[in-house]
C-alpha cells in the first residue's frame, strides 16, 4: 500500500520485532501499521480508558468508537443474576444508555 507515496518497506520508522505470544502496548495516537504480516495470523485488540465521567469525556470516547455503543455484554453476563457479575455490567449497560445519539 502506498498510502503516502512510498511502500511500507521505505516508511521511516523504528521496527518493532515481536514473537507469537509477546503483548505490545502503545499509544493509538501514534502512526502505526504491519507490513510483511503472515496471513492467518492471530491479531487481539484491546482498549483501555479511564471511566468517563463527563459529557466532554463521553464525547471523546465515542468520537473513536465505531460500533456505536460503548460495549454489549454477552448474553450469559447479561442474564446472570450473580452480584459479582451485575456489578460489572450494569454500569456498563447504563453507560450504553447515556451514550445513546451520540453517534
Do not use: C
Not at 520508522?13 to 507490513?35: R, T
Not at 503472515?38 to 460500533?67: C, D, H
Request: hydrophobic share 35%; net charge positive; aromatic share 12%.
Amino acid at each position: 500500500m502506498e498510502t503516502y507515496g512510498i511502500s511500507g518497506r521505505d516508511m521511516p520508522g523504528y521496527a518493532l520485532e515481536s514473537d507469537p505470544g509477546d503483548i505490545v502496548f502503545f499509544s493509538q495516537k501514534i502512526y502505526h501499521g504491519v507490513y510483511g504480516a503472515q496471513s492467518g495470523r492471530r491479531f487481539l485488540k484491546l482498549r483501555f480508558v479511564a471511566w468517563p465521567e463527563t459529557n466532554e469525556q463521553i464525547a471523546s470516547l465515542m468520537r473513536y468508537n465505531n460500533r456505536g455503543h460503548i460495549y454489549r455484554p454477552d448474553d450469559a453476563f447479561l442474564n446472570s443474576d450473580r452480584p459479582r457479575i451485575r456489578a460489572m455490567v450494569d454500569p456498563l449497560l447504563e453507560l450504553d444508555k447515556r451514550t445513546k445519539g451520540w453517534m
